[in-house]
């Protein structure tokens, strides 16, 4: 299993400049790599002579990452004489809650991070109906860039935090109320998201308060934890909307179980208390079971990895013994898209109270 190193000197490199930046993680790859893939075997108690195959992470994402991770791992491939499993991202934070709960196809899934976000329906390892995704950017890269637009970097109780982390933290503070603030695409009966008009409106409204407190660019606000508070309810209703309409859809064309359907949460921002419970809302509503990876889980991380290779193992899918011609992708959808369909069913989601 090979996947990019996501402690110790990269996070930090992360916090300090807001964010990923791609030859500063490709050359922490290279500088990691080695060194992390010999202490998971150490820590295993294996050789490499006993693996039963190589899986490695080879779309979508960032091309200067995954390029170290695939010249590396098909380095072990050939030295090793290995099986190499390549890997869908998005498959395998889908999959990784099969590792901690007994979960059986299908189920839906919510896929929310710093770079992506999507809804789709997981019918089998490498089986997916992409429902819909988000039409810019992704809620963590918003909640960062926001935090960032806030200074909450200079924010004394926030100076360790990730963007995200920051805006949940002063959130907790806050009035969401102080703010009117309206959810992205209210109107479109579809499972898209939307988050660059809410920073635009969020950008509006700090410009506006550093106007009538007086103060530059730069410069912690006084209702920081309002705008925090209101830019996270707004994020989490609009979250929450598109995912009631996606269970709607699913039962109605009985794709998931009337009963006991299971909706999964994924991805960095699966870790954000205040969203997860605006699910938990809708999954009361509409009888389903929300399941969570556990936090450590939910970032990128190694394991999911690992896991998703085990489950093409046992599958006997995507197994290759030639490795000539593989690439990486960056960008790469996951699934067959039928988000066109979702739209045209034009689904109506009873508006739900969120006593949050």
Partial sequence: MICRPTKGANSARCIKTGGIIPPVAQQLHRENIQRIVQEALSASRISPSELSAIATTIKPGLALSLGVGLSFSLQLVDQFKKPFIPIHHMEAHALTVRLTNKVEFPFLVLLISGGHC???????????????????????????????????????????????????????????????????????????????????????????????????????????????????????????????????????????????????????????????????IVTSETQCTLLCPPPRLCTDNGVMIAWNGIERLRAGLGILHNTEGIRYEPKCPLGVDISKEVGEAAIKVPRLKMKI
Avoid at 219 to 234: E, G, K, T
Avoid at 262 to 271: E, K
Wanted: with cysteine; net charge positive.
């Fill in 118 to 280: 999507l809804l789709a329906l997981a019918q089998g390892v490498s089986d997916f109906l992409l429902l819909g995704k988000s039409l810019d950017m992704a809620p963590g890269d918003m909640l960062d860039k926001v935090a960032r637009r806030l200074s909450l970097i200079k924010h004394p109780e926030c100076t360790t935090m990730s963007g995200g982390k920051a805006i949940e933290h002063l959130a907790k503070q806050g009035n969401r109320f102080h703010f009117d603030i309206q959810p992205p695409m209210q109107r479109a009966k579809n499972c898209d998201f939307s988050f660059s008009g809410l920073q635009h409106v969020i950008n509006k409204i700090i410009t506006q308060k550093e106007k009538e407190e007086d103060i530059e660019k730069g410069q912690i606000l006084s209702s920081a934890s309002d705008i925090a508070a209101a830019v996270q309810h707004a994020t989490a209703c609009h979250i929450a909307k598109r995912t009631h309409r996606a269970i709607l859809f699913c039962k109605q064309r009985e794709l998931l179980s009337q009963s006991n359907a299971v909706l999964v949460v994924s991805g960095g921002v699966a870790s954000n208390s205040y969203i997860r419970k605006a699910l938990e």
